[in-house]
């Protein structure tokens, strides 16, 4: 079984940064995909940013320019640097990983951008 750990999340004011970090209980390497997915109240959940076992990078238009996903295999960690955010990015964070056709997820941190 693979836990997800995230944390990182919390309030900060508009035009402010946040770093999330996810630990996961097996090597990021042994996974196809891993990511961010958020979400906020009444919305569905939606792909943040996501970087696959060769390299390859995705964010949501949304986020482009303002956050970096980016992970480390010695420390089974992946990290979204969230810079410049707004009150549109208050949401749930999710962290997911995907082994085949197996999705794992975190338990969510909380992300609030309000001043």
């Known amino acids: 079984q693979v836990q997800l750990v995230e944390s990182g999340g919390g309030l900060v004011q508009p035009g402010g940064s946040l770093r999330l970090s996810c630990v996961s209980s097996r090597n990021i390497f042994d996974f196809n995909t891993v990511g961010w997915y958020r979400q906020a109240p009444g919305k569905e959940r939606e792909l943040v940013a996501s970087?696959?076992?060769?390299?390859?990078?995705n964010y949501a238009d949304s986020v482009k320019g303002r956050f970096i996903i980016f992970r480390d295999g010695a420390k089974n960690t992946v990290w979204l640097q969230m810079d410049s955010l707004s009150p549109e990015d208050t949401a749930v964070y999710f962290c997911?990983?995907?082994?085949?056709?197996?999705?794992?997820w975190g338990q969510g941190t909380q992300v609030t951008v309000s001043s």
């Open positions: 970087v696959n076992f060769g390299g390859t990078i």
């Open positions: 997911s990983a995907r082994i085949l056709r197996a999705n794992y």
